[in-house]
């Protein structure tokens, strides 16, 4: 069974930085590009960034552009976020999600996490 | 591409037929996807290439439409089917989008 599974999170100080994994299982992670999406409280889902199979290309929200960091290790089929100068509207669950594809070919997911919580508050 | 979803919540009863609505602000050709997500759980898809029912999903979700408009409908409600629903463009990206949601709620 295809799994993914996050952890990570946790309360913040605002300016503050905190690094997301994500734990693959079930399937040949190094075959799919992966994303970080998320969901503020009382809010929809927001798409965060995607990275493609090879680690090589990565694509970022405006939102987070220059603030966070996608990457992944192939070799422990983890898949990271690190999080810099965290602001109060980064407060969100962040879901780790599978494409069905290998780079930007595609661009919808057939497995995601259950999630885990950032809050980022004072 | 903003993706709007009309409803923010219908409420229908169950064995009812509901139809959820998808706006792109452009055309995304046939590029179009759709969640289900209920609280704490992992968001599941549902529908990809506007149409197309994912592996394991109930012939009671169907999906049509291309271009800027888009619909998704469940017929025959069932217990399970009470939750977020929501589209997802994938056809010009960086960055994808969502539509905000649509809450199915019993009535």
């Known amino acids: 069974e295809e799994q993914l599974l996050e952890s990570g999170g946790g309360l913040i100080l605002p300016g503050g930085s905190l690094r997301l994994s994500c734990a693959a299982s079930?399937?040949?992670?190094?075959?799919?590009?992966m994303s970080w999406a998320r969901q503020a409280p009382g809010k929809g889902l927001e798409w965060v960034s995607a990275?493609?199979?090879?680690?090589?290309?990565?694509y970022y929200a405006e939102s987070v552009q220059g603030r966070f960091t996608i990457s992944r290790d192939n070799s422990k089929s983890t898949l990271y976020l690190q999080m810099n100068t965290l602001r109060a509207e980064d407060t969100a669950v962040y879901y780790c999600?599978?494409?069905?594809?290998?780079?930007?070919?595609?661009?919808?997911?057939?497995?995601w996490g259950r999630g885990t919580l950032v809050t980022v508050s004072s | 591409i903003v993706m709007t979803q009309s409803s923010a919540t219908l409420s229908v009863s169950p064995g009812e037929r509901v139809t959820l609505s998808c706006r792109a602000s452009h055309t995304v050709s046939s590029s179009l996807a759709w969640y289900q997500h209920k609280p704490g759980q992992a968001p599941r898809l549902l529908i990809y290439g506007a149409s197309t029912r994912a592996t394991g999903i109930p012939a009671r979700f169907s999906g049509s439409g291309s271009g800027t408009e888009f619909t998704l409908t469940i017929s025959n409600l069932q217990s399970e089917d009470f939750a977020v629903y929501y589209c997802q463009q994938y056809n010009d990206w960086p960055p994808l989008t969502f539509g905000g949601g649509t809450k199915v709620e019993i009535k």
């Open positions: 999600a599978k494409d069905i594809g290998w780079d930007r070919e595609f661009g919808y997911f057939d497995v």
């Open positions: 079930g399937f040949t992670f190094s075959n799919y590009a």
């Open positions: 990275i493609g199979g090879s680690g090589s290309t990565s």
